[in-house]
């Protein structure tokens, strides 16, 4: 049994048995960390809370985050290489890379854009975050840009494949337009994956409901968690 909570854009915490995973966050309102309207450390903390930062982008990384070791002394962070500000102790991670903890193991990927996606094994667990890894099929990006897009989409699936996936991180960016769904209609019709939450989308979440009603997305709807509203969380066993 899981509980993952929306925390805007790409920003997610998930509860499982033993820890409190914390992806991406982001506050549209607030980025820092101990500002109101964030995140309080206050919150979790008797709780063993592990931050993953995927990439430097603005819209999936608050160096405040950082703060709230000031509060918590024991807060973990994995962080992509290309991110700034890190504390000395945090894991850094470049893409294809694999770290094996004590309690988790986490696995990288290379991103289509920024940084990297990441796959963490943890209390009888794998969940997939996939940060900005994604197929940017934009109208007017060149042919040479989409088919680097593909052979490195091509190599993360191939990696993907390894595992058995309870949770998936992946985007569905409507500015992506008709080729919005490409991502997430391959990766649901060729991994295995149990349960996938679609992200990326801001306060576009039309977008989600734009999969719903595509006939592509018949054979794996039922496996969509839909969580639009910052807090909405869903509780799977």
């Known amino acids: 049994m899981y509980n993952v909570s929306y925390l805007i854009n790409s920003g997610f915490a998930v509860r499982t048995s ?19 309207g964030a995140i309080d450390p206050n919150e979790f903390i008797d709780e063993d809370v592990i931050v993953f930062i995927s990439h430097n982008h603005p819209d999936h990384f608050c160096d405040g985050v950082f703060d709230w070791q000031l509060i918590k002394e024991d807060i973990r962070y994995v962080v992509s290489s290309d991110v ?5 102790d945090a894991i850094v991670m470049g893409p294809d890379e694999k770290r094996a903890e004590k309690d988790f193991t986490v696995t990288t990927l290379l ?39 593909k ?20 985007p569905l960016d409507p500015r992506l337009e008709e080729n919005y769904l490409e991502t997430m209609d391959v990766m649901m019709k060729n991994l295995d994956i149990k349960r996938a939450v679609p992200m990326h989308f801001m306060e576009a979440d039309h977008v989600i409901d734009w999969m719903y009603n595509d006939s592509r997305s018949y054979s794996y709807r039922d496996r969509i968690i839909k969580l639009t509203e910052r807090g909405q969380d869903a509780t799977v066993i």
């Not at 033993?18 to 109101?36: A, R, S, V, W």
């Not at 700034?84 to 000395?88: F, T």
């Not at 940060?131 to 990006?141: H, R």
């Open 151 to 170: 052979k490195i989409f091509k190599s993360a699936m191939k990696k993907l494949r390894e595992f058995e996936i309870d949770l998936a991180f992946i």
């Open 18 to 36: 033993k820890h409190l995973l914390i992806f991406d966050y982001y506050d549209t309102k607030n980025p820092g960390g101990l500002k109101e």
């Open 111 to 149: 991103s289509t854009d920024e940084g990297v996606a990441f796959i963490v094994e943890i209390d009888g667990l794998v969940i997939y975050h996939a940060g900005d890894l994604n197929l940017w099929l934009w109208d007017d990006e060149t042919e040479e840009f989409i088919r680097e897009q």
């Open 84 to 88: 700034p500000g890190y504390p000395p």
